[in-house]
């Protein structure tokens, strides 16, 4: 059974940073492309980010790009996303998954961004 446990959310000023994880268990976290996804208030959800198997290769959102960093621990089986510089535009819930959104999604984390 597949598992996507998103963490480290919460309220935090414009300008500042947080670090979401995403622990995985029930496929082979090595296999995949896996991405960060985010749906605000009102909004269809949306792609963020998105790093390979390896490691090899990242790419992010243009509303994103230069701000957050998407990384992943292969022994961990866990995805990682840094955000700098937060917005209050970040605003969301935040999810991850295969690239495409293959397992059914996680509880995800919120994210607020407010002063």
């Known amino acids: 059974q597949v598992q996507l446990v998103e963490s480290g959310g919460g309220l935090v000023q414009p300008g500042g940073s947080l670090r979401l994880s995403c622990a995985t268990s029930g496929f082979s976290f090595t296999s995949y492309f896996m991405s960060w996804y985010r749906q605000a208030p009102g909004k269809e959800r949306e792609w963020v980010a998105v790093?390979?198997?390896?490691?090899?290769?990242?790419n992010y959102a243009d509303s994103v790009k230069g701000r957050f960093t998407i990384s992943r621990d292969n022994a961990k089986n866990t995805l990682y996303l840094q955000m700098n510089s937060l917005k209050p535009d970040d605003t969301a819930v935040y999810y991850c998954?295969?690239?495409?959104?293959?397992?059914?999604w996680g509880q995800g984390t919120q994210v607020a961004v407010s002063s």
């Open positions: 790093m390979s198997a390896t490691g090899g290769m990242r």
């Open positions: 998954n295969a690239h495409g959104g293959k397992w059914s």
